[in-house]
């Protein structure tokens, strides 16, 4: 054999064991946080400890009274981030069992039903922030743009990116 053509083999199986480290350290540490591969959810009890510290701050910036002590319980309530528990579980063994185009039915049944879910929450979550920002004063409400304005949708409105 050619040197040339040693290195070009020896460099492929190299690749390919390197590749295939890569590939199952990735596979470990996603099925550390989900049984479905590149699925990463964040810990409830994490999520809870971050809106309640958020939720915290952004009442003391607001400066929020006794009068509307109720009405920003129920936006913060609202703002929860929402529970993973909820969620039904998708029985992927029934799924595999079904043929091709009856799978891909019944994931777009899911599918749907997931977004029509989620697009509810947000209405709720819209009509909570609407409803509390009525209850604040002019300087509130100006506080309250400056913050809302700099927080994503990602998790109910108050996780900051």
Known sequence: MKPAFKTLIVAGMLATAGFSVLAQKHGAEDSAHDDRPGMHRMDPAKMEAMHAKRSAELKAKLKITAAQEASWTTFSNAMKPPA??????????????????????KMKALRTEHLASRNADMEQRDQAVKTFYNTLTAEQKKVFDGEFASMKGHHGGMAKH
């Open 84 to 105: 993973q528990a909820n969620k039904p579980a998708i029985d992927r063994a029934e799924l595999a069992k079904l043929p091709t185009p009856e799978r891909l039915d």
